[in-house]
């Protein structure tokens, strides 16, 4: 077995290629158990979904740009990258070759900007197959062989405290947001709120990725740069031109009660208010995806999405690359979509800045993956929670919901909770 590369920290050099290897590798068990314990949650990379997806540890290269830029830039130098890669692929799957896992602030004003790094070594499963890529800047890379590691350490000692505001001040923001929405100063806004995280010793992101993947299955089960969550929501895939996007918009909690539950996904789908929450992000989707699509395809209505602790109003909008776009030039026209910010977007954008007292980081901004091609997967960042710069036993969860006309403050704190479930409940739940 080899010793497990050493995460770096490193910008592309310049003259110095980048050099990729991609070979079939036997069944190696469960993805999220290949990941190691290297001590940071930065160097750990996971997009993966029943079992099938990408995981990755290590830094072979990393980028970040800042402003409203971010995307332009950060697509420009992975474009530079893979323009000189010496790339050596014998799966030539979507996922093979050279891989960069990404996540984006949500506002061009967070000091988060838009992240993209390449694993030193990437492990992927899809339909039945399996591979490793290995990349590197030097003349070795890393081995292909993949050891066994240590299992998750369950994290000791975790307290909550508010973040910027309490559930109290935060209802009182949804009120605010509700009277403005009323006065005609726009139709929908998405207010968030954080919870902070301590913890007595750092926190080992394999157990909530662990936690999360049991729990919450349907979801892609992420981590990113230190940002690990289990979101629901593709913003949007690219693959070989077809381009697909989930929406979903309209949310009640479960009860456990399968009878009950039942009924209430009858109500969800009758509601004016989550009908209309959930047609403006529909329409966002779908108008920031015509430009680069021959066609779209819309469904009429929603379908109820079923997931373990709340149910969704959500929409498949599918529609044929017409232009060259890249996933991450797809997700930058995709952001803000309705879901996580309003309509019209620049005074719900606006209303956001002045109600939640706190800058989201990459909360709700498209985080996934893209490939040498520009195939990739990007989700919105949602049930999620971000490490602290340089402080492994700290986080900050993050949980917003959609404020229309209709909206109750105290039903919007209860649906904020339940949101923030996951995240708590991998933290906790031994």
């Known amino acids: 077995m080899s010793t497990l590369p050493t995460p770096t920290a490193a910008s592309r050099p310049h003259g110095t290629p980048l050099v990729a290897r991609t070979v079939a590798l036997p ?22 979904r029943r079992g099938e997806g990408l995981v ?63 694993p030193e070594v990437v492990v992927g499963a899809r339909d039945g197959q399996w591979w490793v890529t290995t990349t590197g800047t030097g003349a070795e890379l890393p081995s292909p062989v993949v050891p066994r590691q240590s299992a998750p350490v369950e994290p000791q000692g975790i307290a909550f405290a508010d973040g910027a ?26 207010l968030a709120r954080d919870l902070r995280v301590e913890a007595d010793e750092p926190i080992d992101p394999r157990w909530l990725l662990h936690r999360l993947a049991e729990r919450y299955d349907t979801t892609w089960v992420f981590a990113v740069d230190g940002l690990v969550g289990a979101t629901p929501e593709m913003l949007v895939r690219l693959e ?77 909008v599918a529609g044929v690359l017409a232009d060259g776009a890249t996933s991450l030039t797809l997700a930058a026209s995709l952001h803000p979509s309705a879901a996580v910010c309003g309509t019209p977007a620049a005074a719900a954008d606006a209303l956001i800045s002045e109600l939640e007292h706190m800058d989201r980081g990459r909360y709700a901004g498209p985080v996934g993956w893209m490939d040498a091609s520009g195939d990739g997967e990007w989700g919105i960042a949602l049930r999620c929670g971000a490490f602290e710069p340089d ?27 339940a949101k923030l479930v996951p995240m708590r409940d991998a933290l906790t739940a031994g």
């Open 56 to 118: 990755g540890w290590g830094r072979a290269l990393e980028f970040t740009a800042h402003g409203p830029d971010r995307f332009a830039e950060a697509e420009a130098w992975w474009r530079e990258v893979v323009a000189t890669a010496v790339v050596r692929d014998e799966v030539q799957r979507p996922g093979t070759g050279p891989v960069t896992f990404g996540s984006v602030a949500y506002s061009a004003g967070s000091p988060s900007g838009a992240t993209l790094v390449v």
């Open 240 to 316: 070989k031109g077809l381009v697909t996007s989930r929406v979903l918009a309209g949310t009640i909690r479960r009860t456990g009660d399968d009878a009950h539950d039942l009924a209430l996904a009858g109500s969800l789908a009758r509601s004016s208010k989550d009908l209309e929450e959930h047609e403006y992000a529909v329409r966002s989707v779908a108008d920031a995806l015509r430009p680069h699509c021959s066609s779209v395809n819309v469904p009429e209505s929603p379908f109820v999405l079923h997931l373990s602790n709340v149910m969704h109003l959500a929409t498949d």
């Open 27 to 48: 069944d190696p068990g469960r993805l999220l158990s290949l990941l190691p314990d290297l001590g940071d949650p930065r160097a750990l990379a996971s997009w993966v």
């Open 391 to 417: 402080d492994a036993a700290s986080m900050r969860l993050f949980a917003g919901c959609g404020i229309v006309a209709g909206s109750d403050p105290e039903s919007e704190v209860a649906e904020s909770d």
């Open 165 to 190: 505001l309490s559930p109290a001040q935060w209802a009182g923001a949804v009120e605010q947001a509700v009277s403005r929405i009323t006065a005609g100063e726009l139709d929908k806004v998405v």
